[in-house]
C-alpha cells in the first residue's frame, strides 16, 4: 500500500480544523515483519540520499517535530533517523528558555541551531512552542520581559506567525528545506500511553504530575495548533499532521515524506573534472607500484 504524502498535507491558506483529521489510518504494514522491512527499505534509501546531501552541499534539512506529551517525537526520532550518520545530523529539544534567552527575541535561540548545508538538523519541539504552549499558558510570555508596545493594538500571535513565515521564507531561499511534522495525537491514545508510563517502572521517568496539569488543557491547545498550523503552512516549509495512535505507521509516513522531499532537491555528487580525472589515474598508478 502506497503512502502519498499529499493525504497529510496541510494546505497553505485555509483554515485547520483538526477533528478533520484522522489520528489513526489503516496501516501501511501487514505485521511488525513486514513494518521492519519497510522502515529498514526507508531508511537504508535515506542514509544514501544523506550522503548524497553532504556531498552536494547545497541544501540543508531542517526537520521539526511538534506534537502532545506522548505523541511519540522522541519514538520517530530514533526509528526514522536509526541509519543517519551522526556526523551529518543534530537533534536539539526545546525547554524552557534560560535567562540568556530570554534575554533575546524569540527565535534567536533556534537559528543558532540552524542545520549547516549539506547537513540535517532535527527540532524536537522548536520555536513553535512560542505560539503554542506560550500562548496556553501567558505567564510565560509575560516573563519574556517584551516592550509594552510591543502588545499595544497588535495580535501578538499574529505577528509571530508572521516573523515565523519570513525566517522561514528567508532560509528556503538559502537552501536550508523544511518539513514540519504535527503527531496527531487522540486524548484516549495519550491516557493509554500515560498509563503505561506509569505501570512500567523503566518507563515511570518519563512522567510527571505536569504531563496531567498539560493534558487538562487539551482543548486550548488544539485550538493553538489549529491557529497555528493554519497560519504558518507555506508552500516552501510544508506542515503535515500524521497520525499518531499507531508508531509504526507514523514512522513510515514519516520517512517517507522525507524521502519524497530529498528526492525533490535533485541532488548529485560532484562532476570531475578532465583534469582532476587525470590527477586521480596518476595518482592511481603510484599507488599500484
Known amino acids: 500500500m502506497d503512502i502519498n504524502i499529499k493525504d497529510f498535507r496541510v494546505k497553505p491558506g485555509k483554515k485547520v480544523a483538526l477533528q478533520k483529521w484522522p489520528t489513526a489510518v489503516k496501516p501501511f504494514y501487514k505485521s511488525k515483519e513486514h513494518f521492519q522491512k519497510l522502515l529498514e527499505r ?16 547545497r541544501y540543508a534539512l531542517l526537520l521539526i517535530f511538534q506534537g502532545m506529551d506522548a505523541a511519540g ?30 534575554d533575546h527575541d524569540f527565535l534567536w535561540r533556534a537559528a543558532r541551531c540552524l542545520p549547516e548545508r549539506g547537513r540535517i538538523g532535527i527540532f524536537n519541539r522548536s520555536y513553535y512552542e512560542e505560539v503554542l504552549i506560550v500562548r496556553v499558558r501567558p505567564q510565560i510570555l509575560r516573563a519574556q520581559q517584551i516592550p509594552d508596545d510591543a502588545f499595544r493594538g497588535k495580535d501578538i500571535w499574529k505577528e509571530r506567525y508572521r516573523s515565523i513565515v519570513h525566517l522561514e521564507r528567508h ?17 484516549e491514545e495519550q491516557r493509554r500511553r500515560f ?29 493553538a495548533y489549529e491557529a497555528c498550523l493554519g497560519a504558518t503552512a507555506t ?55
Open 235 to 289: 508552500e516552501s516549509a510544508p506542515w503535515y499532521v500524521v497520525p499518531a495512535d499507531d508508531k509504526q505507521n507514523t514512522s513510515l509516513i514519516i520517512s517517507r515524506i522525507i524521502l519524497d522531499t530529498l528526492k525533490g532537491l535533485k541532488m548529485s555528487y560532484p562532476q570531475v573534472s578532465a583534469r582532476r580525472r587525470r590527477e586521480l589515474r596518476l595518482m592511481r598508478k603510484q599507488l599500484a607500484k
Open 42 to 57: 526507508h531508511v537504508e534509501e535515506l542514509s544514501a540520499l544523506q550522503n548524497v546531501l553532504y556531498a552536494h552541499d
Open 171 to 187: 532560509l528556503y531561499h538559502n537552501g536550508t528545506r523544511i518539513i514540519k511534522f504535527f503527531l496527531h495525537l487522540s486524548k
Open 195 to 223: 498509563l503505561k508510563r506509569i505501570d512500567e517502572a523503566r518507563k515511570n521517568w518519563k512522567f510527571s504530575a505536569a504531563d496531567v496539569q498539560e493534558r487538562g488543557r487539551w482543548g486550548h491547545y488544539r485550538k
Open 73 to 102: 517525537k522522541d519514538s520517530a526520532i530514533k526509528h526514522v533517523m536509526s541509519g543517519v550518520n551522526p556526523q551529518g545530523c543534530q537533534v536539539f529539544s526545546f525547554k524552557h528558555p534560560g535567562a540568556e534567552e530570554l
